[in-house]
């Protein structure tokens, strides 16, 4: 049976931007546009209506820009979709920010039309982490040092912490059970763990926290 399409919505202020995201993912199969935003307070609207698996969000948009966005999106739906920031400046404050906020990764606008379709597909079925190395430098630059370990950090296992660092680095559940040498259901349970103890709703920002925290080192 063919799985449903990803249904996806585009928040940018500039209307030739959302034009071309528009042309590369509707020639794709399997992908649906549904929805356009120019700000972000009507990103949070269209969102809100459409119900969308993922959104491509700006982070500079008039009215509210894309981290309150994300905010708003994450904490005003029991299933929020997964928001890929799209933005022009790879270490920009405000794609740390939005990470931070809820966003699943970031994309450049520079990326190629195969970058941005294998991206969509990729939060939208799976929680690998989007481009490990760039959210690493994100976190180097803007993570303000931990005055302390995070409570957390204590209550994770041995091999919970194991978990976390393969994480990091991007690795599906498949990868970390052959790593790991377990089988898939028990790194399921782990993440999970990981997720829970960390206040994390997702992978991306159990991530972000580990290095929030001092846990994952940013050198």
């Known amino acids: 049976m063919t799985p449903p ?5 585009l928040a940018d202020d500039e209307r030739m931007v959302r034009t071309a995201l528009r042309a590369i993912l509707s020639a794709e199969p399997g992908l649906e546009v549904v929805g356009e935003a120019a700000t972000g307070a009507e990103a949070v609207s269209v969102v809100q209506e459409r119900r969308p698996d993922v959104v491509l969000m700006d982070v500079r948009m008039p009215e509210i820009d894309g981290i309150r966005a994300t ?9 929020p979709p997964r928001i890929v920031v799209v933005t022009t400046f790879e270490n920009d404050s405000y794609v740390y920010g939005a990470l931070r906020a809820g966003a699943a990764g970031f994309l450049l606008k520079r990326s190629d039309a195969d970058t941005l379709v294998q991206a969509v597909r990729l939060v939208a079925r799976t929680d690998t982490l989007l481009f490990p190395s760039a959210v690493r430098a994100l976190a180097h630059r803007h993570a303000a040092p931990a005055a302390a370990p995070a409570p957390w950090v204590g209550r994770l296992t041995g091999r919970e912490r194991d978990v976390l660092r393969h994480m990091a680095a991007g690795l599906t559940n498949a990868e970390i059970a052959r790593r790991l040498e377990v089988g898939p259901a028990t790194v399921k349970s782990h993440v999970a763990a990981v997720l829970a103890k960390t206040g994390a709703r997702d992978r991306t920002q159990a991530v972000i926290a580990a290095y929030a925290s001092g846990f994952l080192s940013t050198g």
């Open 71 to 79: 905010e708003q999106i994450v904490a005003g739906l029991p299933e």
């Open 5 to 9: 399409a990803i249904r996806v919505v």
